[in-house]
């Protein structure tokens, strides 16, 4: 087993590797959605069957599915407590970082970064070597600082409050819509399908 065997096993899903380390002779590897997991996700049972949280259920299904396939163990980022520590293993993966708003900012994904599931392999195998440094270093004028309508999000934490009221209106309709402006705005955010960004917007705001 190696990562790029991985990787193409779980193309088909829409997810991606988006991190990954080795820690007391596992490995564990993150995974999370491609630019077109959207189209994939929309045509499960999931999703057409009008049940609640489906995409947490399309998550077990093939996260479940997955690591029975490729012999390993699997992680899910919610169904706690006790919660798997995600955050933590995304840091540690040397591929995310905290940006200058709070959230993760991945090297890629930037501020769109999102994990649907990981798995650990009871062996120890290469991965890419990651960058040096986030790319926040690196941003000129780091427009997600001044791009949230009402402040709420910042270094010193996220106020909820402040973005459901502002949710609420006429205004924060294009935030409910097409998703979080801040992370939008992130010059290497991977731009999503409006209907997977109202998805989240809206059971974000329920």
């Known amino acids: 087993m190696n990562h790029s065997v991985i990787a193409s096993a779980v193309a088909p899903y829409g997810l991606q590797v988006l991190g990954g380390f080795v820690e007391n002779g596992a490995t564990t590897l993150l995974l999370g959605p491609t630019?077109?997991?959207?189209?994939?996700f929309s045509t499960s049972p999931e999703y057409q069957d009008g049940g609640p949280d489906p995409i947490d259920r399309w998550s077990i299904r093939i996260?479940?599915?997955?690591?029975?396939k490729l012999a390993a163990t699997?992680?899910?980022?919610?169904?706690?407590?006790?919660?798997?520590?995600?955050?933590?293993?995304?840091?540690k993966s040397g591929r995310c970082w905290s940006s200058p708003v709070g959230m993760l900012v991945h090297d890629t994904?930037?501020?769109?970064?999102?994990?649907?599931?990981?798995?650990?392999?009871?062996?120890?195998?290469d991965l890419p070597k990651p960058p040096?440094?986030?790319p926040c270093e690196t941003c000129p004028t780091q427009p997600c600082?001044?791009?949230?309508?009402?402040?709420?999000?910042?270094?010193?934490?996220?106020?909820?409050?402040?973005?459901?009221?502002?949710?609420?209106t006429a205004a924060g309709r294009s935030c409910l819509?097409?998703?979080?402006?801040?992370?939008?705005?992130?010059p290497i955010s991977r731009k999503r399908p409006d209907a997977q960004s109202a998805h989240h917007m809206n059971h974000f705001h329920k």
Do not use: E
């Open 63 to 68: 996260i479940t599915a997955l690591s029975q």
């Open 74 to 91: 699997p992680h899910l980022p919610f169904g706690g407590p006790p919660y798997a520590p995600f955050l933590n293993w995304a840091l």
């Open 109 to 125: 994904m930037g501020l769109m970064v999102s994990f649907r599931g990981g798995l650990t392999f009871d062996h120890q195998f």
């Open 132 to 134: 040096s440094q986030s």
């Open 35 to 40: 630019d077109n997991f959207w189209a994939i």
């Open 145 to 168: 600082k001044s791009a949230c309508p009402v402040n709420a999000l910042g270094a010193d934490g996220y106020k909820t409050d402040a973005c459901h009221t502002y949710l609420n």
């Open 177 to 186: 819509t097409k998703g979080c402006a801040a992370r939008r705005i992130c």
